[in-house]
C-alpha cells in the first residue's frame, strides 16, 4: 500500500498561544483510506515541549483486532522562507490498545513560543502530517468503490477538482476554520461555492455584470456565514465593486449632462 496510500494534511491553528491544557485535535482526515486525526497538547512533558499525536477517531467502531502499521511524518513549519521547520518521524503500529500515538516531546515550547523564530506567526502555527498506511487489518474507513474521489484536508474531492483545491489550500491554508460543518456532503456544496466565487472574482470588473456581482454577494455571505475564512474573495469583491460603482458615476454623469442638454434644446426649440 506504501506509496498510494501516502497523503499529506495541513492544519492551521489559530490562536496558538490561549490554547487550553486540554490540547486541541484537528479536522478528520483520509490517508490510505483510513480517517485519522492529530492532537497537540500544549502542556506535554514537564510542561516543556509540545507533544504532538496521531489518532484513528473511528477506533472503538472497528473490529476488536483491528491494527493499521503506518510510516508517520509530523513537520511543524517553520514560516519564515528558508529556515529550517521541526521533522520527526517514527512507525506506529495501532491497534485496540494503542488508538493513539506520537510525539511526547516533539518540540520545545520554548522554541516554539518565541515570535522571532517563524513557528508562531500572527499567532497561528502550520503543522503538515504524511501519513503512509503500510498495513491494515479490519475494515477501511473509505471502501474501494470511492477511489475516484480524494480527501483534501478532510474535503472529499472529485479528481476533476483536485488541481483547483489543491492550488486554493496551498494560497489561503486558513480558509477552513474549525466552524466549518464537519457533514461531509455540507462541506462539499460550500467547497463547490468557493471554487464557483473564485473562477468568478478571479475575472476582471470589466467581464463582470451587476447581476454577477450581486450573486457573488450573496454566495460569499452564504459561505462566510458557515465558518469560512475567505478575505481574499472579500477584498477581490470590494474591489471590483468599487470599479463598477465609479463606472455607474460616470454613466451617471454622463446622463445628466445629455438630459441638461436635451433640456436646453427643448426650450430654444420653443
Known amino acids: 500500500m506504501g506509496n498510494e496510500a501516502a497523503k499529506k494534511f495541513t492544519w492551521v491553528i489559530e ?6 491544557s486540554e490540547g486541541v485535535y484537528s479536522d478528520t482526515f483520509v490517508a490510505g483510506r483510513c480517517k485519522w486525526r492529530l492532537l497537540v497538547n500544549t502542556r506535554g512533558y514537564s510542561n516543556s515541549y509540545y507533544s504532538l499525536f496521531i489518532c484513528v477517531p473511528t477506533s472503538e467502531s ?6 493499521r502499521h503506518a510510516k508517520c511524518s509530523i513537520t511543524m513549519v517553520n514560516q519564515f522562507t528558508g529556515e529550517l521547520s521541526y521533522l520527526q518521524e517514527r512507525q506506529c503500529r495501532f491497534d485496540q490498545k494503542n488508538p493513539k500515538l506520537g510525539f511526547t516531546m516533539f518540540c520545545s515550547s520554548e522554541d516554539i513560543g ?17 501519513i503512509d498506511v503500510l498495513e491494515v487489518i479490519g475494515k477501511l474507513d473509505v471502501p474501494e468503490e470511492t477511489k475516484g474521489i480524494i480527501d483534501i484536508n478532510g474535503f ?5 477538482q483536485v488541481e483547483s483545491v489543491k492550488s486554493l489550500f496551498e494560497k489561503h491554508p486558513g480558509f477552513s476554520s474549525k466552524l466549518c460543518p464537519k457533514n461531509p456532503h455540507l ?27 450581486a450573486e457573488a454577494y450573496s454566495a460569499l455571505r452564504y459561505v462566510t456565514n458557515a465558518g469560512f475564512k475567505l478575505d481574499w474573495l472579500e477584498k477581490k469583491l470590494k ?14 454623469e454622463d446622463l445628466k449632462i445629455k438630459c441638461a442638454d436635451m433640456d436646453a434644446l427643448l426650450k430654444f426649440l420653443r
Open 187 to 213: 462541506r462539499k456544496a460550500y467547497l463547490n461555492v468557493i471554487l464557483s466565487l473564485t473562477e468568478t472574482l478571479s475575472k476582471s470588473p470589466d467581464e463582470l455584470s451587476n447581476g454577477d456581482l
Open 62 to 67: 472497528l473490529p476488536s483486532r483491528w491494527r
Open 15 to 20: 490562536k496558538f498561544s490561549s490554547l487550553g
Open 156 to 160: 472529499q474531492v472529485p479528481v476533476s
Open 239 to 252: 474591489e471590483s465593486g468599487v470599479t463598477r460603482l465609479q463606472e455607474i458615476e460616470e454613466e451617471s
Open 114 to 130: 518565541r515570535h522571532d523564530n517563524g513557528f508562531l506567526v500572527n499567532d497561528e502555527v502550520k503543522i503538515v502530517a504524511e
